[in-house]
T-cell receptor, first 111, second 112 residues
């Protein structure tokens, strides 16, 4: 089955720690994205990548980092510099038409 | 950049029809998407419009007027499972070529 997987589903982190969220897709899509969603808010773009070994900052990239070493994988690191990291994180990949397919999401809580 | 507006919340009765509006102001336009998002879950694709007019897909239809910067999602024969947030998203050709900008979503509550 083709799709996007994210792990873990729930993640707890202590303040001051970095944490990496996994995102894998087998849809053969070139473009991948990371979004953050807060309660009652829309999706805000953190980073996106249109091709392997290249990525661009979105609207709220501060405190986050990404890599794109393989077409299938686009991990997101939430660093200790991110001041308010508790949120629902969604990874997506897209077709050439722009239709985005989302993974199930990771809910990150900072303790 | 893009500015996308949707109503925050709507309530409708089971079996009825509801229309969710979306207006956008953009520097460019290359398609509009509607997504459904149930609480705590990921968004799922509903519809895509790039030309003016109505696209119908079962109980759901989506309309676009590019000259007015306006779209709506029409849901017919509402069911309780349609209770969800509905996100309008516009593709911006000026940014990353496949990048979408999302509205904040409309939370629809379907009541018996």
């Amino acid at each position: 089955d083709g799709g996007i997987t994210q792990s873990p589903k729930y993640l707890f982190r202590k303040e001051g720690q970095n944490v990496t969220l996994s995102c894998e897709q087998n849809l053969n899509h070139d473009a991948m994205y990371w979004y953050r969603q807060d309660p009652g808010q829309g999706l805000r773009l953190i980073y996106y990548s249109q091709i392997v070994n290249d990525f661009q900052k979105g609207d709220i990239a501060e405190g986050y980092s990404v890599s794109r070493e393989k077409k299938e994988s686009f991990p997101l690191t939430v660093t200790s510099a991110q001041k308010n990291p508790t949120a629902f994180y969604l990874c997506a990949s897209s077709t050439n038409r722009g239709e985005q397919f989302f993974g199930p999401g990771t809910r990150l809580t900072v303790l | 950049g893009q500015n996308i507006d949707q109503p925050t919340e709507m309530t409708a009765t089971e079996g009825a029809i509801v229309q969710i509006n979306c207006t956008y102001q953009t520097s460019g336009f290359n398609g509009l998407f509607w997504y459904q998002q149930h609480a705590g879950e990921a968004p799922t694709f509903l519809s895509y419009n790039v030309l003016d007019g109505l696209e119908e897909k079962g109980r759901f239809s989506s309309f676009l007027s590019r000259s007015k910067g306006y779209s709506y999602l029409l849901l017919k024969e509402l069911q309780m499972k349609d209770s969800a947030s509905y996100l309008c998203a516009v593709r911006d050709p000026g940014a990353g070529s496949y990048q979408l900008t999302f509205g904040k979503g409309t939370k629809l509550s379907v009541i018996p």
